[in-house]
């Protein structure tokens, strides 16, 4: 889709759809009063009729405009006007791009960010409509007949005020960015496992590096993974006929000497669960284990658009997860890199296996903070369920960073405990300790575990099982936490 900001006044500008707001109150919106008065108050008498009472989301698409040049009008309800939350205002947002689907409509003007939004500014506000216009619009059709999708939005204006301007461009660089990174997550977290396999997702990496001048990519082989000693990823591994890869990415933006910010994303292409074999029944969703590392590549590609001036590693631990002859067995004992010996008592706990080897080699880049990403438990839906993320970490200045970067993005987090009483449910009478913690707290368990490999620095833990994708109807890849690693890396850069 192509973005742009214009300060020329709305009726000047050619486009397919004007989108403006009303209020709870039938109060129209600055741009909504002067369409109204280029339309002899063709708007007014709409809400007089009690057509759109402007609770927000409502929606009327005013299809044909007599004696105007303007094609078409989109008048969308925003609510309470003193209430405007950010939350709010992205619902209006959605509720618009939706009523495009399935019309021949190919350019709108939003004028929307005029209004005022509780404690955002212009630049937020551009940045939303570019989000949330780009999410809505997404459709995954790479594997089907029919190319044809919902919507044939192709270009979208901003209207801005010229006073506002340097802020809403700032918002549109930051948005297209953003917008990007989570469609390129979301592409690539949809794909079957039997295309996006670790070694596709290894091209995917060399192609950033490709694209972008920042990002230089190495891919360490399961024979560099021996000569390190990562035994608990290669475990999972050996029961997968596809090569497991360790994916490494460096984006050199801030000064040489300034130490990186790591991100660790789970790839798991395919988790059938290993010889602890899953059930059946949505089984399918487990080629979205690789949500983790979709998201670190997405992340990529939004700060290489952005420039950001910080040094970042990305790092992904990829493999499937099999059942086979050669695969690792309940009650096997693995010695991982750091030299702590595992006792494996689920071969379906294997997420944390290739994360503990990937937290080890991560201390040789001297990490400012750690960051991991990874679809870890069922658990975490049980707890959260699919609205925020799990967070976890060592440390509280990191933990506040992340759930203060979270309110901005819209991409919410919660923060559980990682006590030490729960580390206790990883005891092992065969080695140090054991894989799984038992039913209860399984996202605190998987978290402890991973804290034993993460005590050399700061590090956090996103468990985004509930959040990477949607299942049922709307089944597909969300693009989270893309939104809100943008933000905190946006954040640091700032200071
Ligand atoms: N990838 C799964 C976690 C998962 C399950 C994510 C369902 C999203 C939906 C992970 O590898 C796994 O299988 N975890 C086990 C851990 C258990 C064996 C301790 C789980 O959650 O059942
Ligand atoms: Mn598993
Ligand atoms: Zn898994």
């Not at 405007?84 to 939706?98: D, H, Q």
């Not at 300034?258 to 994303?265: A, C, M, T």
Request: aromatic share 6%.
């Amino acid at each position: 889709m192509d973005y742009s900001i214009e300060t020329a006044s709305l009726k000047e500008l050619q486009c397919d759809c004007i989108i403006v707001g009303v209020y709870q109150d039938l109060q129209l919106c600055p741009s909504a009063s002067v369409l109204n008065d280029n339309t002899q108050g063709l708007l007014r008498k709409l809400l007089d009729r009690g057509d759109i009472s402007g609770k927000n989301g409502e929606t009327v698409l005013i299809n044909a405009i007599p004696d105007s040049a303007i094609e078409r009008i989109l008048l969308v309800g925003l609510g309470e006007k003193a209430a405007l939350s950010g939350k709010n205002y992205r619902k209006a947002l959605f509720a618009a791009v939706n009523t495009f689907k399935k019309t021949t409509i190919k350019s709108v003007v939003c004028s929307l960010a005029e209004s005022e939004v509780q404690g955002y500014d212009w630049q937020w506000k551009t940045r939303q409509i570019i989000e949330v216009f780009s999410d809505a619009v997404y459709q995954y059709t790479l594997t089907k007949s029919d190319k044809t999708t919902e919507s044939q939005l192709e270009k979208l204006i901003i209207a801005a005020p010229d006073f506002e301007l340097s802020r809403a461009q700032a918002g549109l660089a930051q948005g297209r960015a953003i917008a990007d990174g989570v469609a390129y997550t979301k592409r690539l977290a949809d794909l079957p496992a039997n295309i996006c396999t670790p070694s596709y997702l290894a091209e995917q990496a060399l192609n950033i590096s490709k694209q972008y001048r920042k990002v230089d990519v190495t891919i360490l082989e399961e024979s560099d993974m021996e000569d390190l000693g990562m035994g608990c990823f290669l475990a999972v591994s050996r029961g997968s006929r596809q090569p497991a890869k360790l994916i490494s990415l460096n984006y050199q933006g801030g000064e040489p000497n300034s130490k990186p910010i790591v991100l660790i994303g789970k790839g798991l292409t395919f988790d059938a669960g290993g010889i602890s074999l899953k059930t059946a029944a949505g089984m399918d969703e487990m080629k979205y284990d690789m949500c983790g590392g979709a998201a670190v590549l997405g992340t990529f590609v939004a700060i290489a658009e952005m420039g950001l001036p910080l040094n970042i590693i990305g790092l992904i631990p990829t493999s499937e997860n099999m059942p086979d002859g050669d695969a690792n067995k309940p009650g096997d004992i693995l010695t991982s890199m750091a030299g702590k010996t595992v006792e494996i008592l689920n071969t379906d706990a294997e997420g944390r296996l290739l994360l503990c080897d990937t937290l080890t080699y991560a201390e040789r880049f001297n990490p400012d903070v750690v960051i991991d990403l990874a679809t870890l438990t069922g658990a975490c839906l049980v707890a959260l369920g699919r609205v925020p993320s799990g967070l976890l970490g060592n440390d509280d200045i990191l933990c506040n960073d992340l759930l203060a970067a979270s309110e901005t993005a819209n991409d919410s987090v919660w923060r559980l405990p990682l006590w030490e009483e729960y580390q206790e449910q990883l005891k092992s009478n065969f080695a140090d300790l054991a894989n799984v913690g038992g039913r209860d707290a399984g996202t605190i368990t998987a978290a402890c575990f991973l804290s034993q490999f993460a005590e050399n620095f700061r590090w956090a833990h996103l468990d985004i099982a509930g959040t990477a994708w949607r299942t049922g109807d709307k089944k597909g890849a969300t693009g989270r936490p893309v939104p809100l690693l943008s933000q905190y890396l946006i954040n640091r850069a700032n200071g």
